[in-house]
């Protein structure tokens, strides 16, 4: 912008000039996510957008905040940062997906080091891409740079996103029955959670990311560790356009299936997993030998291949299997089913 220019503040490492470069060349990034009800474009104060509510009898909104936690330490060994934006979008609109929203706009936040106006944008090419694979607008955001608290290569990403969904629609463990199907909609990988431990493990700093590793059937561990986190947003959606009576939806992140299953189920009620129903992803048995890890403390901290578990009534499991197949969910598999067990999650075999 003309005569906006401190040299006093890029004296104390804050590059104002910087932060316009970076939203001219994120503009291009955000135009891809226009959806109708998206009000202007960037440099306001705020993100404006105008829902169409029609249709609904008593529309709620809902939101979900969340980040991308430590995996941005594989980002940023990597130098790889085209990609980390769509976990920060999935791990929001994944989460509000649960109760039966569909997700309007989402909105990011950059702190960083050293504002670099191409790593910056790279970034937000993949909040972009986030959303658009979740159908919904980035309307906004926002990047700070902050020398002397962050070194310059740092940065850390969080969003925020906004849903919108009928009440009497909403998902909660009201209809979760004895004898429910959970049906297992299989996770791109570690997606965003667990990976404090995973670098532990795998002693990042000094772990060798990108030679082809056996275990990984020839990938990198670092392309394997970056893949990003799933969006499953269609899929549900996908199920309750075709008049799927969705009883109950878990998102499997930190926690994994001990914190997470039991959020949509009623108390007196528990289930029972077959692990022998999920798909192997040999990161999980990697991750559990070279940790030396129990099953316990896997099933506790990983999504183990399966990001998303849904409760629907057993008459109807055919036919979910079938919408989600057509929704590009060709793994998604009954993983289990709901019990009268009052401990929680149990594992059986199918």
Do not use: W
Request: glycine fraction near 14%; include cysteine; charge should be negative.
């Amino acid at each position: 912008m003309e005569n906006s220019h401190s040299a006093s503040y890029a004296a104390a490492g804050v590059d104002i000039e910087a932060g316009y470069k970076g939203v001219q060349l994120m503009k291009e990034h955000v135009k891809r996510t226009h959806i109708p009800g998206v009000v202007g474009g960037l440099g306001g104060f705020g993100g404006l957008f105008a829902p169409d509510l029609s249709g609904m009898t008593e529309p709620v909104f809902v939101s979900g905040t969340d980040g991308v936690g430590t995996k941005l330490r594989i980002a940023q060994l990597l130098d790889k940062h085209d990609t980390i934006g769509i976990d920060c979008v999935a791990m929001c609109v994944n989460d509000i997906v649960c109760c039966g929203a569909k997700p309007l706009f989402f909105l990011d936040y950059i702190a960083i080091g050293k504002n670099i106006p191409e790593k910056v944008a790279s970034i937000v090419s993949g909040v972009a891409e986030g959303c658009v694979q979740a159908g919904c607008a980035l309307i906004g955001g926002e990047t700070a740079e902050h020398p002397g608290v962050m070194i310059p290569d740092d940065y850390d990403i969080a969003g925020f996103a906004v849903g919108v969904v009928d009440k009497p629609k909403i998902i909660d463990s009201a209809k979760v029955a004895k004898g429910d199907v959970l049906i297992g909609l299989t996770s791109s990988g570690v997606h965003s959670n667990g990976f404090s431990l995973v670098r532990k493990v795998f002693d990042i700093e000094n772990a060798d990311l990108t030679s082809p590793m056996d275990e990984l059937g020839g990938k990198a561990l670092g392309e394997v560790l970056l893949a990003p986190t799933k969006i499953y947003v269609k899929a549900i959606q996908a199920l309750l356009d075709g008049g799927i009576d969705l009883h109950g939806v878990s998102h499997i992140t930190g926690g994994g299936f001990f914190e997470n299953i039991p959020r949509m189920l009623p108390d007196g009620l528990g289930v029972q997993i077959f692990p022998n129903s999920i798909p192997k992803q040999p990161i999980f048995d990697l991750i559990q030998q070279r940790g030396n890890i129990s099953d316990h403390d896997m099933y506790n901290t990983f999504n183990m291949g399966l990001g998303m578990i849904l409760a629907v009534p057993a008459a109807q499991t055919e036919q979910a299997l079938s919408i989600l197949a057509a929704a590009g969910e060709q793994d998604a598999a009954p993983v289990g089913f709901v019990t009268k067990d009052p401990r929680g999650v149990t594992f059986g075999e199918a």
